[in-house]
């Protein structure tokens, strides 16, 4: 009997060491990527935003890593609708990728009940990139150095606003369920993006900003910008100074933003697997996960399946909060 139960477990175990090899026979056999055939990576904003960053690094992984020849296309406007739709209607081969977001792809279905797409039904997930907090921050001409001193100078009549990377997006939500909270008149300045939110932030032009601690670290470090607080449900180890909304008594602000990659609902499964195993070795490379790690992201690196269901979750949630704070675009 113990002999018997020996060899089994041999030979499942030699089932294991060849599952790789026949998988990669089967990417291989797939014939993707053709090699005179670039992957177009649509990243939904502007150039120089976080989205466009951690995609061209991703990008840059495939095209040294994989042999692949990816092009990063930015397609911004229109709350990432334009990229996002662009993805939705490309043939189902696995050519054409979207660098998705928390606002795109879970938000935005319930800001925009007309938008040219269904997310859930149009979209194959392919993996979560990572994920990370928002922080609400003051430029550091206002003076405002906490978020007490914030409500204080709203109540007393200063004229407030805040900026977004756009509607629908985790910023624009972020600020709008915190004025909700706090009973506060902040002005939204929605922008087409992180890198002209961040640039018009940084000159002065708007004075407050919600956003991901990344996308303004250098102006963190400077103390260009100030943090207020963090969406995080505990202090984050790279900002211990900074204190969570939930420390200051807003308990349900309490959020993760995220990014993610999808292609076409409809994708061969061995192009799926295909992509998902490329893109997740890229992502756990070690300079890709020094950087998020330094700039308070965590890689998420996940399955498919993982993703698609977190995707639905995220959807679901994001409908009920849209629904509270009565911002709906349409």
Do not use: C
């Not at 911004?76 to 490309?90: H, N, Y």
């Not at 959807?315 to 911002?327: D, I, L, N, P």
């Amino acid at each position: 009997m113990r002999r018997r139960h020996w060899l089994q477990s041999l030979s499942f175990a030699l089932a294991g060491l060849q599952l790789a090899p026949l998988r990669a026979r089967e990417r291989a056999s797939s014939g993707f990527p053709d090699p005179a055939k670039p992957i177009r990576l649509v990243v939904p904003f502007p150039a120089g935003g976080t989205s466009d960053i951690r995609a061209r690094q991703v990008a840059e992984h495939l095209r040294q890593d994989a042999g692949w020849s990816v092009v990063v296309e930015n397609r911004p406007g229109a709350s990432g609708m334009i990229g996002s739709e662009l993805v939705a209607k490309a043939p189902a081969d696995g050519y054409t990728l979207l660098l998705g977001t928390i606002g795109t792809l879970a938000i935005n279905p319930a800001m925009f009940p007309a938008q040219p797409y269904n997310v859930l039904q149009d979209f194959q997930p392919v993996t979560q990139f990572s994920r990370s907090v928002s922080v609400l921050m003051a430029h550091r001409y206002t003076g405002i150095a906490s978020l007490a001193h914030l409500e204080a100078a709203v109540r007393g009549g200063a004229p407030l606003a805040y900026a977004s990377t756009g509607t629908g997006t985790i910023g624009h939500m972020v600020g709008e369920i915190y004025k909700k909270r706090a009973n506060l008149d902040i002005t939204h300045v929605p922008y087409k993006g992180t890198a002209p939110a961040v640039q018009d932030f940084v000159a002065g032009h708007v004075p407050l900003l919600v956003e991901t601690p990344s996308a303004v670290w250098e102006h963190l470090k400077a103390g260009t910008a100030v943090p207020l607080a963090v969406t995080s449900s505990a202090r984050m180890p790279q900002l211990p100074s900074v204190p969570t909304f939930r420390e200051l008594g807003y308990r349900d602000i309490v959020f993760d933003t995220w990014q993610g990659i999808v292609t076409r609902k409809g994708v061969p499964p061995a192009v799926l697997e295909a992509l998902n195993h490329e893109i997740v070795k890229a992502l756990r490379s070690p300079d890709v996960v020094r950087s998020h790690e330094e700039q308070v992201n965590v890689v998420v690196a996940n399955t498919p399946e993982q993703f698609e269901r977190f995707i639905a979750d995220e959807t679901r949630k994001w409908a009920s909060v849209v629904r509270e704070t009565g911002v709906a675009a349409g």
